[in-house]
């Protein structure tokens, strides 16, 4: 018995397997003061005998909240004398060029907690200032003695030569052995200096908070019988001990998400786009080649949600997903031009939709799907929790029919439309530039609301089919239980092809690969597999791509897998200039469990529960509609819009005009 756990703005979702498929699921609302408890809660639900799980696998938003919220440890950075701005100076770039009013989120460390340490490396190693090791114990004392409790330390081309910031650990661990230290040398050893300060100080602000919670966890599961620790899935779809992702929790930061993404590629063909939308956002994930991508340009805190550059960068793998806040809580309103408007901001679990009775007093998209019919009242979470249908229709009344002249059902559409139509767009975006046709992608839609969308986003993308996988409200928990034990590496090592060394990179590899070995050992996983990557450019280029290197494959070779590469991405090549690698990357990993995400044998019993009424446009409005207990619904059996069929964790919409069919697997796939 395995369970997934993945802890959302909203709801924290549960699933358990054994070799047969998903035995139990659950949903319970996400207890913000203190995560663990949900957590606690909810397995306790799930199943009655605990002790014979041997392994539960966890994803949270624990780190994202906390850079947004600003709740990690009071930290100070030490860089190389002249370099302490960097953080705020970043790369002097305007996102938005015309806005005379451009917002930046401002640094986790202060200026007056930034200090210019005297140390000099230069690009090639070589040590031109050596560390004044006296003023570095002397900060350290005076931090510790003003209340600071983690340090990072981002010394100029550290990624080359790390001496001096291992040596100025070593003295703060004398001097200050309570200071949380961490290197950029071992959290992002990479070129890029921005970059790697800002990923190096994310890691040490939340790195206290985050071991605490992940220690209380560990205790909460032992209170419950389940003896073995658990795992952490990693932003990149990787699972890590508790140990590791207590030393470097910005590998932890989107592992939520990446859990939806591995199981949509688990279950479906080998291209695809993966939609997953929860209480508070909406995550759209190209799948190419099986496995979904794979980026190492990720910003947290934008304040222009779909603007790069607005955010706080942090240089960690993550999948490569668009993430716009529009999900089940997030709010409407009527904007200053009288524009109907949803999201970002969401009602969370705390208060939560209006629907909900717990105190929310704004419209919701949750809110308007109930006045549109699509939910049921006495039936969301299998019945446990029943929303208040008539404080939703007041809500939407007052809030946006009224000012806008229109019925309070054309509001409800008007809100669930847009919520379609915004996703849709960042994911023709997001297909496009990674050199996909979204039109010619079946579409996998699975989270809380993501069946209740999904058919309005395929519509609008022109997708051919959604598919609702088993268990879609969990689906992201139920994809933790597909990733394999593994980590990823990075040295940095720039050079023109013709002049690289393949003695000198094979070495690189090999010590990369040594340590991922290691690492995995300590897991107890003996079989471990590597993936060599090189991060390569025409020379010139601001910005790299990334290309699997094969065994022999020097020097020639190489450069013709970077122009099969660079035509996928872009349908033409570069121009006639050299080639040059900037990064060398290893992606460790042990063997992907083998796992069964189907649902058991329908029970028996009538599938059709019933009729009622829900509103259809494109049908004249409300119209008699059947609705269906998915879990009684057998294998192959077709149901034609329009029709909704309902589960304990989400609700799939069918349509007029189109039709789902059961698949084998306990999927439902509609042929929009």
């Not at 860089?79 to 302490?84: E, N, V, W």
């Not at 190209?286 to 949600?305: C, M, N, Q, S």
């Not at 009224?402 to 994911?427: F, R, Y």
């Given at each position: 018995?395995?369970?997934?756990?993945?802890?959302?703005?909203?709801?924290?979702?549960?699933?358990?397997?054994?070799?047969?498929?998903?035995?139990?699921?659950?949903?319970?609302?996400?207890?913000?003061?203190?995560?663990?408890?949900?957590?606690?809660?909810?397995?306790?639900?799930?199943?009655?005998?605990?002790?014979?799980?041997?392994?539960?696998?966890?994803?949270?938003?624990?780190v994202t909240n906390a850079l947004i919220e600003r709740t990690g440890s009071r930290t100070a950075l030490l860089a190389t004398a002249g370099f302490r701005?960097?953080?705020?100076?970043?790369?002097?770039?305007?996102?938005?060029?015309?806005?005379?009013?451009?917002?930046?989120?401002?640094?986790?460390?202060?200026?007056?907690?930034?200090?210019?340490?005297?140390?000099?490396?230069?690009?090639?190693?070589?040590?031109?200032?050596?560390?004044?090791?006296?003023?570095?114990?002397?900060?350290?004392?005076?931090?510790?003695?003003?209340?600071?409790?983690?340090?990072?330390?981002?010394?100029?081309?550290?990624?080359?030569?790390?001496?001096?910031?291992?040596?100025?650990?070593?003295?703060?661990?004398?001097?200050?052995?309570?200071?949380?230290?961490?290197?950029?040398?071992?959290?992002?050893?990479?070129?890029?200096?921005?970059?790697?300060?800002?990923?190096?100080?994310?890691?040490?602000?939340?790195?206290?908070?985050?071991?605490?919670?992940?220690?209380?966890?560990?205790?909460?599961?032992?209170?419950?019988?389940?003896?073995?620790?658990?795992?952490?899935?990693?932003?990149?779809?990787?699972?890590?001990?508790?140990?590791?992702?207590?030393?470097?929790?910005?590998?932890?930061?989107?592992?939520?998400?990446?859990?939806?993404?591995?199981?949509?590629?688990?279950?479906?063909?080998?291209?695809?786009?993966?939609?997953?939308?929860?209480?508070?956002?909406?995550?759209?994930?190209?799948?190419?080649?099986?496995?979904?991508?794979?980026?190492?340009?990720?910003?947290?805190?934008?304040?222009?949600?779909?603007?790069?550059?607005?955010?706080?960068?942090?240089?960690?793998?993550?999948?490569?997903?668009?993430?716009?806040?529009?999900?089940?809580?997030?709010?409407?309103?009527?904007?200053?031009?009288?524009?109907?408007?949803?999201?970002?901001?969401?009602?969370?679990?705390?208060?939560?939709?209006?629907?909900?009775?717990?105190?929310?007093?704004?419209?919701?998209?949750?809110?308007?799907?109930?006045?549109?019919?699509?939910?049921?009242?006495g039936y969301f979470l299998g019945g446990e929790m029943r929303l208040d249908a008539e404080a939703a229709r007041s809500v939407i009344r007052d809030r946006?029919?009224?000012?806008?002249?229109?019925?309070?059902?054309?509001?409800?559409?008007?809100?669930?439309?847009?919520?379609?139509?915004?996703?849709?767009?960042?994911?023709?975006?997001?297909?496009?530039?990674?050199?996909?046709?979204?039109?010619?992608?079946?579409?996998?839609?699975?989270?809380?609301?993501?069946?209740?969308?999904?058919?309005?986003?395929?519509?609008?993308?022109?997708?051919?089919?959604?598919?609702?996988?088993?268990?879609?409200?969990?689906?992201?928990?139920?994809?933790?239980?597909?990733?394999?034990?593994?980590?990823?590496?990075?040295?940095?090592?720039?050079?023109?092809?013709?002049?690289?060394?393949?003695?000198?990179?094979?070495?690189?590899?090999?010590?990369?690969?040594?340590?991922?070995?290691?690492?995995?050992?300590?897991?107890?996983?003996?079989?471990?597999?590597?993936?060599?990557?090189?991060?390569?450019?025409?020379?010139?280029?601001?910005?790299?791509?990334?290309?699997?290197?094969?065994?022999?494959?020097?020097?020639?070779?190489?450069?013709?897998?970077?122009?099969?590469?660079?035509?996928?991405?872009?349908?033409?090549?570069?121009?006639?200039?050299?080639?040059?690698?900037?990064?060398?990357?290893?992606?460790?990993?042990?063997?992907?469990?083998?796992?069964?995400?189907?649902?058991?044998?329908?029970?028996?019993?009538?599938?059709?529960?019933?009729?009622?009424?829900?509103?259809?446009?494109?049908?004249?409005?409300f119209v008699d509609t059947a609705v269906f207990d998915r879990y009684r619904l057998a294998a192959g059996t077709r149901v034609d819009g329009p029709a909704?069929?309902?589960?304990?964790?989400?609700?799939?919409?069918?349509?007029?005009?189109?039709?789902?069919?059961?698949?084998?697997?306990?999927?439902?796939?509609?042929?929009?």
């Amino acid at each position: 018995m395995r369970i997934g756990v993945d802890i959302g703005g909203t709801f924290t979702d549960l699933c358990a397997l054994d070799e047969t498929g998903i035995v139990a699921v659950g949903k319970v609302l996400t207890t913000h003061d203190e995560p663990a408890r949900a957590v606690e809660e909810g397995l306790a639900a799930l199943l009655p005998d605990l002790g014979a799980v041997d392994q539960v696998v966890h994803g949270t938003t624990l780190v994202t909240n906390a850079l947004i919220e600003r709740t990690g440890s009071r930290t100070a950075l030490l860089a190389t004398a002249g370099f302490r701005d960097v953080l705020e100076m970043r790369r002097e770039h305007r996102y938005e060029l015309y806005d005379l009013h451009l917002e930046l989120p401002a640094p986790l460390v202060p200026r007056h907690l930034r200090f210019d340490v005297p140390e000099r490396i230069l690009a090639d190693g070589s040590v031109h200032i050596g560390l004044d090791e006296e003023f570095v114990a002397r900060l350290g004392r005076e931090l510790a003695d003003r209340g600071i409790e983690a340090v990072a330390v981002c010394f100029l081309h550290a990624f080359t030569n790390p001496a001096h910031e291992r040596r100025t650990a070593e003295i703060l661990a004398e001097v200050a052995p309570s200071l949380r230290v961490a290197l950029s040398s071992e959290v992002v050893p990479e070129i890029r200096e921005f970059e790697r300060a800002s990923t190096t100080v994310a890691n040490v602000y939340v790195q206290d908070l985050t071991e605490r919670y992940l220690r209380d966890l560990e205790q909460r599961l032992h209170r419950l019988g389940i003896t073995r620790a658990p795992h952490i899935m990693l932003s990149n779809g990787g699972l890590a001990t508790v140990d590791t992702a207590a030393r470097y929790p910005i590998r932890i930061l989107e592992s939520g998400p990446a859990g939806g993404a591995l199981a949509a590629a688990t279950l479906g063909p080998a291209d695809l786009l993966a939609f997953d939308m929860g209480g508070t956002t909406a995550k759209l994930c190209l799948i190419a080649g099986g496995a979904p991508l794979v980026t190492h340009e990720f910003e947290v805190d934008r304040k222009y949600r779909l603007l790069p550059g607005s955010g706080l960068p942090v240089r960690v793998p993550v999948t490569d997903m668009i993430e716009i806040g529009v999900g089940g809580g997030s709010i409407a309103r009527i904007d200053a031009l009288g524009l109907l408007t949803v999201g970002p901001d969401s009602a969370g679990s705390e208060p939560g939709p209006v629907c909900y009775g717990r105190g929310g007093a704004e419209p919701t998209v949750t809110d308007a799907d109930l006045v549109l019919g699509y939910l049921d009242p006495g039936y969301f979470l299998g019945g446990e929790m029943r929303l208040d249908a008539e404080a939703a229709r007041s809500v939407i009344r007052d809030r946006i029919a009224g000012p806008l002249g229109v019925s309070v059902e054309e509001a409800a559409w008007g809100i669930h439309t847009s919520v379609n139509e915004d996703m849709a767009n960042a994911a023709r975006v997001h297909a496009v530039e990674r050199g996909h046709d979204p039109a010619k992608l079946p579409m996998y839609t699975f989270g809380g609301a993501g069946p209740v969308h999904g058919v309005g986003v395929a519509r609008a993308l022109g997708a051919p089919s959604v598919v609702a996988p088993p268990a879609a409200g969990v689906l992201s928990a139920a994809g933790f239980l597909t990733a394999p034990l593994a980590f990823d590496f990075v040295r940095s090592a720039r050079a023109a092809v013709p002049d690289l060394a393949w003695e000198q990179v094979d070495a690189l590899f090999a010590e990369m690969e040594a340590e991922g070995a290691a690492l995995l050992a300590k897991s107890g996983v003996d079989e471990v597999a590597h993936r060599r990557i090189a991060e390569m450019r025409y020379a010139g280029q601001g910005y790299e791509i990334r290309v699997p290197v094969h065994d022999g494959e020097w020097p020639g070779t190489l450069i013709d897998e970077f122009t099969r590469t660079y035509r996928a991405l872009y349908r033409r090549t570069g121009p006639e200039v050299g080639v040059e690698v900037l990064n060398w990357r290893v992606v460790s990993s042990g063997p992907k469990p083998a796992v069964t995400l189907r649902l058991t044998a329908a029970s028996s019993g009538q599938a059709r529960k019933g009729t009622r009424q829900a509103y259809f446009p494109s049908a004249g409005g409300f119209v008699d509609t059947a609705v269906f207990d998915r879990y009684r619904l057998a294998a192959g059996t077709r149901v034609d819009g329009p029709a909704i069929v309902e589960e304990r964790e989400s609700t799939v919409v069918v349509p007029p005009g189109a039709h789902c069919v059961v698949r084998t697997d306990g999927a439902l796939e509609v042929t929009v």
